[in-house]
């Protein structure tokens, strides 16, 4: 399974979605994920990844870790797993 | 309905083994907070936090006692053993039934978890000390300062997180008024900065591996510390009658649920707690010259606080200095409420205010005087401690000048 999909599959399940109902575009607010639910979803990658993601819930916007959509969150992560592997 | 009267207090933190060592450092805007000191610190990803340094457990407590205390246990006992010499309250056998100890902590017996955990986990071990239980359970320290006092009545440990401290004061303040008790030991203590400890904070992401900046737009959100904070509390009269010197009165608490969210905080809620402290010490907002902030320095915890602020006080709002102590003592998650108290004492008896360290940059949404970087000198007659827990448990504490 690519990245991406993964990615993806992480996120559905926390936002109780079929995989097939997450859009790229998608916010992870559209998707119904509060602030709780993004920690975890990040937890949820750095296990299935074995990566570090650089991210403080304190202020999302000034960490390098860009969460604005699923389609910028597959590709932090997928940096990040081309830098820490 | 008894008046309350604060006669005693004591304190070990990161800023000091005393109150007037706290005090000083407050006034200075000295920051405790510094690289952590433990083992396996290169698996953390959180170096910083308050913690007390050259503090010798054997220079204070024999073999013994030390086996049975674990850190929190013994921070406790110091800064109780400070309050009760301040306060010269005797406990006699008759006053022995009347008098309590209420304290606040989260975690208990920290040190004591992590250490066993440690040695039947990583190293294998399959037999621990006799007194694991007695030394981490949640209400040790309490029962310890009731033996090194003899202190036989009301006695319990509240425990709501970071308001634990400020939930123990107000209920030791309603049962010295209500004629339950006519003194008690109030305040609360944690010491969780332990590997196992700074981890499942790493987990939330809400620590900042630089500096607590409360209020500043630049926050990068909570250090943790650690240390104790024990008050005696007692009737006016009883203070009166045999001649001891009162710090302040205690003339208000109020504690509410937001019944909403597991970790974030609800405007709601804090402005029904700070109404409510208002309303129990029958002052109006324009009276309150002083609050100290629960102010953690995460985002979410400084921009709800100043909005209930601005809603409860309107205009005086603007006029009133508040200010997070958390800047330099570190938050001691449990034990906070009782360190900060301390400085609503400064606040009244000294007039001088605490200021909020490390500020840099205003944030709009933080628009108070929160006393940025230097304490200042200022006439206030009554305050307030606000503190506003994870799981959402508020409780604020109003004091008045004597």
């Not at chain 2, 009731?146 to 123990?168: D, E, F, Q, Y």
Request: glycine share 10%; with cysteine; hydrophobic share 45%.
């Amino acid at each position: 399974m690519s990245v991406k999909d993964k990615v993806i599959q992480i996120i559905a399940e926390q936002a109780l979605l079929d995989v097939a109902d997450v859009r790229l575009s998608a916010t992870l607010e559209d998707l119904g994920i509060d602030s709780l639910g993004v920690v975890e979803s990040i937890f949820a990658i750095e296990e299935e990844f074995d990566i570090e993601v650089p991210f403080n819930a304190n202020a999302p916007q000034d960490s390098d870790f860009d969460i604005s959509s699923v389609a910028t969150i597959i590709s932090a992560v997928e940096t990040l797993v081309a830098e820490q592997s | 309905m008894n008046r309350v009267v604060i006669t005693g207090a004591g304190t070990i933190n990161a800023l000091g083994a005393s109150v007037p060592e706290t005090l000083q450092a407050m006034r200075e805007g000295q920051l405790g907070i510094g690289p952590l000191q433990m083992r396996d610190l290169d698996r953390l990803s959180v170096k910083i936090g308050a913690q007390i340094k050259n503090f010798d457990p054997e220079a204070q407590f024999d073999r013994q006692k030390l086996a049975l205390y674990d850190r929190v246990t013994q921070l406790t006992l110091l800064a109780s053993r400070e309050a009760m010499a301040q306060s010269g309250l005797e406990i006699t056998e008759e006053l022995s039934e009347a008098t309590g100890v209420v304290l606040g902590t989260a975690a208990g017996g920290m040190n004591t978890w992590d250490d066993n955990f440690r040695s039947v986990y990583e190293e294998g071990k399959n037999r621990v000390h006799p007194f694991v239980v007695p030394k981490l359970m949640t209400n040790a320290a309490a029962s310890h300062v009731s033996m090194a006092h003899n202190i036989k009545g009301p006695s319990l440990t509240v425990s709501t997180a970071c308001a634990s401290s400020n939930h123990a004061i107000g209920l030791a303040f309603q049962m010295v008024r209500g004629g339950m008790a006519r003194a008690m030991l109030a305040g609360g203590a944690d010491a969780m900065l332990t590997f196992g400890g700074i981890k499942a904070w790493e987990g939330l992401r809400v620590m900042s591996k630089t500096a607590c900046r409360p209020f500043s737009a630049n926050r990068s959100g909570m250090v943790q510390g650690e240390g104790a904070g024990v008050f005696v509390l007692e009737t006016y009269e009883g203070a009166k009658a045999r001649g001891a010197e009162i710090l302040a009165e205690l003339i208000g608490f109020a504690m509410t649920s937001d019944a909403g969210d597991i970790v974030m905080p609800n405007q709601q809620g804090a402005v029904r707690a700070i109404r409510g402290a208002l309303r129990d010490a029958r002052l109006d907002p324009q009276d309150i010259g002083y609050i100290n902030a629960h102010g953690t320095g995460t985002a979410a915890n400084d921009k709800t606080e100043c909005a209930a602020v601005t809603e409860v006080f309107g205009t005086h709002a603007q006029a009133l200095m508040m200010s997070s102590t958390k800047s330099m003592h570190g938050h001691l998650i449990g034990g906070t409420g009782a360190v900060e108290l301390l400085a609503c004492l400064m606040a009244l008896r000294d007039g001088v205010i605490a200021p909020t360290i490390g500020y840099e940059l205003p944030d709009p949404e933080c628009a108070l005087d929160v006393v940025p970087n230097i304490a200042r000198h200022a006439k206030v007659t009554a305050t307030l401690s606000n503190a506003f827990a994870f799981g959402g448990m508020n409780a604020v504490l109003a004091l008045k000048a004597i």
